[in-house]
């Protein structure tokens, strides 16, 4: 179906275009321009009401949603959580692995896998691929997620997540053994490599950096900071992962701008040092995502560990500290509006565009321009999403 965006304003990455028309065809953007194009067959007019046209939110670490974890391994699962995180305009998503045994995160691979190669609008986000989160995580730093399922990384175990073909990214925490191995053959893939659920200092950082790292997982979160480096290492105080990220011009990272898990201040600090082409948001959200309070499974159903949502966040027990969101991108998105001197075009493309380039995507998808993907949203002027459409098909909310 062919159709015609008019009455919208449309986000580009570095301005809004006031009452666009926007034409899409054969699943493609054709053009965005102030007058009416015209089109070569018949379009369907879609009436924006005022409101914004932004691209699809492209989501590159994310649990699950909607009762169901990635981790849970099924083709349903998968689809359940797809689903939910397109009703809040993600178009894109990277379904990410937690900690868990070798066959827990195989059965994750090949359900995403046969979902992802059985492409329909119905399934909700696109997948373009598997973060491979958990399971190498540093044992001080596990925080929410089962300290069972995590362990070193070795050649064995990874390569055989890689030969799926499905990792796209790929998580390891920088001070392990054998980690710049990781790192090293997660290059050859052509994966965005990252650090997270890591007490590293800055000489390791280097190391991995040296070896291809180039991210950091939810910056501020399960990550070193001098303080807990110098408890690891003692003195001299050392830079941690926080200084590397803010020192080095090529690393990028991410937040969690759900509103609780990172105050305004910080928000807008990582905004302000590493700007919208070096940071992304991200939900990191679980199964909890559209469900009311109560008590959940991070991870696989049957063995994740035990987390609680008030409603607004996850709680580890004892709620002495969080494990992760519970809300989508389009709450990420105007919490960051708010809370951020980011302007409009810059908070859409921290989770849109920014996380397709770092994925390599970006050819295809992540921005209203010509020749890519018609995934698009239409946002009311709260920000609100109110229809999706993914390749130029609308999803039934
Ligand atoms: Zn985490
Ligand atoms: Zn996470």
Redesign the pocket.
Known sequence: MNLLFTHVTAILPERLVEDAWVLCEGGKIVSISTKKPKATSEVQIVDGRGGYLSPGFIDI???GGNGADFMDGTSEAVRVACRAHARHGTTTIFP?T?TGSPEQIHAMLDAVKAVQSERRVENGARIAGVHL?GPFFAEDKVGCHSAAGRREPTTVEYCAYFETGVVRIATCAAELPGAVEFYREAKKRRCLITC?HSNASWPEMAAAFKAGMRHV??FWCAMSNVASVRSRLGVPMRGSMLEFVLGMAEMSTEVIADGCHLAPELLDFAFRLKGSRKLCLVT?ANRALDLPPGNYRFGSAEDGSRFESDGRVGWAPGRTSLA?SIVGMDHMVRQMKRDTSATLPEVVRMASLTPAELTGIAKQTGSLEAGKNADVVLLNRKLDVRRVFIGGVEMTL
């Open positions: 670490h994310v649990h990410t937690t989160y997270g997982d939810h990191d992760s």
